[in-house]
């Protein structure tokens, strides 16, 4: 694994200077579409400006998701992998160029949404404190059997688009006994970034994460 | 691309076998949980035993897809690419292999249930005849364009899910029109996997594209 070797050199700059700044960094990664974009959008305007936050965002291509992002205040940069190779993740030399794009002295928290992906961003460190890991109840409750590595790899789960439980067949129970037993004790908060139900839990586990760091 | 050039070469190895045996060959695509198994699971019900059917899944891990789709009668291959570096996608030396679990003299349609990932597999031609993606309306309308490539490399798409729209914020003709921008004049099926909701025309369209082989 000669590339993931080249990685984690890198990751650990990012790291140590992240250290030095004081800044709490969370890697966010799920499928595509699951509500890594909505979750944000909602969490930014419940901890801001208490805690000041910033955000990479990563994509194949196009800004929406940095536009959506953009109207919180927060600094946003979008990284479009197109320009150079189409990559499905983020390496942790991608989020060390994106940093030019910030003044980490002003930032308490920042978040990195990535490449929707359910596979290969949970093999790149990038330097982050924390992965978070989304799976909305809409792609069914066997994902975290048929790809344990990224809700290994994950600290926390957040189980999203609760409010379409009433129209779905998920198996809620089955859901979370998989994760206890891919990862047992992982925290698995329970919400809907449409609603914000299950918001509570899930925003104090971030301000006692970032107020850990500073 | 080196490793895209061996690939190649034995993707058309593949289709020259595919080509002798008279197997129609799909490839069919999406994001994890967007509802490939349960639309396939529907498609051979109704397609069987006038088409003789067979389907190779590929997981990262576990049988859960090859047991549903088994049920159906068809024959049934599992790849899980855990065994072997835990790639998210299916290339086709793997394919290869897994003919060799399959009698092609008694196939008329062999339907390769690729692994959940709207990047990867894309780039890795297999031999097969024709593409699908299927794109889950609960992922939102902008995944066409912010993941163009699987979107351009298909030939056909199954927007799926269509009896959860009246539940979600989904801008149909958006997904629409972002579609006939990238891939001019790809057909689209609306269906919904789990209701049966549109399913004619896409079976159509496959009993003609097998019938044309034959
Ligand atoms: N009903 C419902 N829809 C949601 C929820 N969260 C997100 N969505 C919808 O799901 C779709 C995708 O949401 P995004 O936030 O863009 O997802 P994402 O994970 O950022 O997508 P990518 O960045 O492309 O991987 C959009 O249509 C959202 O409106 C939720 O809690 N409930
Ligand atoms: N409401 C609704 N749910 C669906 C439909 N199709 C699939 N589902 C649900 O979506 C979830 C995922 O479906 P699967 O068929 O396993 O999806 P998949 O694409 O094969 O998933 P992977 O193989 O893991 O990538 C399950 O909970 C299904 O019940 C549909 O048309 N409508
Ligand atoms: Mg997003
Ligand atoms: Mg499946």
Chains 1, 2 share one sequence.
Request: net charge negative; glycine share 6%.
């Amino acid at each position: 694994r000669r590339v993931l070797d080249a990685n984690d050199i890198m990751a650990d700059r990012n790291r140590q200077r992240f250290q030095a700044e004081q800044v709490f960094v969370l890697n966010m990664m799920s499928s595509p579409g699951s509500g890594k974009t909505t979750t944000l959008q909602k969490t930014l305007a419940r901890l801001m400006p208490e805690i000041r936050c910033a955000v990479i965002v990563g994509d194949i291509c196009t800004t929406n998701d940095a536009d959506r992002l953009a109207a919180s205040g927060a600094p946003v940069v979008q990284i479009n992998t197109d320009e150079f190779g189409g990559d499905c993740h983020l390496a942790a030399h991608v989020i060390e160029k994106a940093l030019g794009g910030l003044d980490l002295s002003a930032i308490d928290l920042l978040i990195v949404e990535n490449i929707g992906n359910l596979v290969c961003p949970a093999e790149f460190d990038i330097g982050e404190d924390a992965r978070v890991v989304v799976l909305s109840v809409t792609e069914g409750e066997d994902k975290p059997a048929k790809y344990p590595l990224m809700f290994r790899e994950c600290d926390v789960a957040l189980l999203n688009k609760i409010d379409l439980l009433p129209y779905l067949d998920f198996d809620r129970q089955l859901a979370i006994d998989t994760l206890g037993e891919i990862h047992p004790h992982m925290p698995i908060f329970e919400i809907s970034a449409k609603t914000e139900a299950g918001f509570e839990p899930w925003l104090a586990w971030i301000r006692d994460a970032v107020r850990a760091k500073l």
